[in-house]
């Protein structure tokens, strides 16, 4: 799968750009809501790169699921959609590699 981005109708691919983590505390929630093939569930952002997310979560997801994420940045108030596949399970979450998202 590659990992595009769609930005002002134009594909770019997120590994040209400098990959710039973030992380977020509770302070900073950022709420997620997730769709899979079985399932739809709101979860929070707790780590976030130009390529991926880390999801804290309670449920159960195995590696190479793929998933939907909806997502807004409290500050710009941006929302954003995405697609992933999930390519690390924890006991407190995933990581989800983004393969397609947008920004509203």
Do not use: W
């Not at 190479?64 to 909806?70: C, D, L, R, S």
């Amino acid at each position: 799968m590659n990992g595009n981005t769609l930005q002002n109708g134009q594909i770019q691919n997120p590994r040209e750009k400098k990959d710039v983590r973030k992380q977020f505390n509770a302070m900073q929630p950022i709420d997620a809501f997730c769709q899979t093939m079985d399932s739809r569930f709101k979860a929070s952002i707790v780590d976030m790169s130009s390529s991926g997310v880390f999801i804290k979560t309670g449920r159960h997801l195995s590696a190479g699921q793929e998933i939907a994420v909806k997502f807004m940045f409290p500050k710009t108030r941006k929302t954003i959609m995405a697609t992933g596949q999930v390519v690390r399970t924890s006991y407190n979450g995933v990581g989800v590699k983004f393969n397609i998202f947008f920004k509203g």
